[in-house]
């Protein structure tokens, strides 16, 4: 397709369906075809016991998360008893020191490159808790289960 053919006369653009080569008009359905596809695999991969799993999991992290947060996030208002399987927070508190959202992102975004470049200096983390980094291994051996029921 050639500039010419997308050019009109008024000298504005438009897109041509009727080229030779052309497959035509996609409507906005098919342009979904890939995230349908990948939705039914998971379907299909986890069955129903699996959905229902990592539904929960899904819901359980998102709280564990929103929990988390709260003191250092102002969660939204929709959230009185928890959320599903994710929440909004505004950073507010952290907006009274000049700190906006992209602030954060940015701080977040270079965490992870740091984490890319530099993974030894992650292997402590958490530093600012209690418990360090735990010895997954270790903890998996000798489990110290209570029973709470």
Do not use: W
């Amino acid at each position: 397709m050639t500039n010419a053919n997308r050019q009109r006369e008024d000298g504005t653009f438009a897109l041509h369906y009727d080229e030779p080569f052309s497959i035509g008009y996609k409507s906005p359905f098919y342009g979904n075809f890939l995230v349908l596809l990948r939705a039914c695999s998971y379907i299909l991969l986890l069955g129903l016991n699996g959905l229902i799993e990592a539904g929960e999991h899904a819901v359980l992290n998102a709280n564990y998360l929103l929990a988390s947060l709260k003191d250092l996030y102002k969660p939204g208002a929709a959230y009185p008893l928890g959320c599903m399987h994710e929440f909004v927070v505004s950073p507010i508190k952290q907006m009274e020191h000049n700190v906006h959202a992209i602030d954060i992102a940015k701080a977040l975004r270079d965490i992870a490159e740091l984490a890319e470049n530099n993974s030894e200096a992650f292997a402590e983390i958490p530093v600012t808790t209690p418990v360090t980094s735990l010895d997954e291994i270790k903890a998996a051996r000798d489990m110290d289960i209570v029973n709470l029921g």
